[in-house]
Nanobody
Framework: QVHVVESGGGEVQPGGSLTLSCAAS????????TAWFRQAPGKEPEGVSC????????YYAESVEGRFTISRDNAKDMVYLQMNSLKPEDTAVYYC????????????????????WGQGTQVTVSS
């Protein structure tokens, strides 16, 4: 059974950058579609970005398009979320998750047949 662990969260000022990392144990990430979700206090979880296991296609929520970049390094078996131009509204716990496919609509990015979530990493954007 695959397990995923996130790292790289922290506190930054508005306009700053952070890179989140997702690592797997028990299996390898390249066997799965991978997504980043976030949940802010008092809000529902939101799909942020996802990447295909088949061809590396990437998708983003409208709220982060142009500022966040998801990528995978198959040699290191890692998935990353580069976050630039961070805003206070990006403050949330960010989760890496893996599944057997992607679900992408004009208003939603996520996973099909979700297999595992990580424990989350806190991102705080504050001046």
């Amino acid at each position: 059974q695959v397990h995923v662990v996130e790292s790289g969260g922290g506190e930054v000022q508005p306009g700053g950058s952070l890179t989140l990392s997702c690592a797997a144990s028990g299996s390898t990430l390249r066997y799965y579609a991978t997504a980043w979700f976030r949940q802010a206090p008092g809000k529902e979880p939101e799909g942020v970005s996802c990447i295909s296991m088949a061809d590396g296609s990437t998708y983003y929520a409208e709220s982060v398009e142009g500022r966040f970049t998801i990528s995978r390094d198959n040699a290191k078996d890692m998935v990353y979320l580069q976050m630039n131009s961070l805003k206070p509204e990006d403050t949330a716990v960010y989760y890496c998750a893996v599944g057997n496919g992607l679900v992408v609509t004009p208003t939603h990015v996520g996973l099909n047949d979700l297999k595992q979530w990580g424990q989350g990493t806190q991102v705080t954007v504050s001046s």
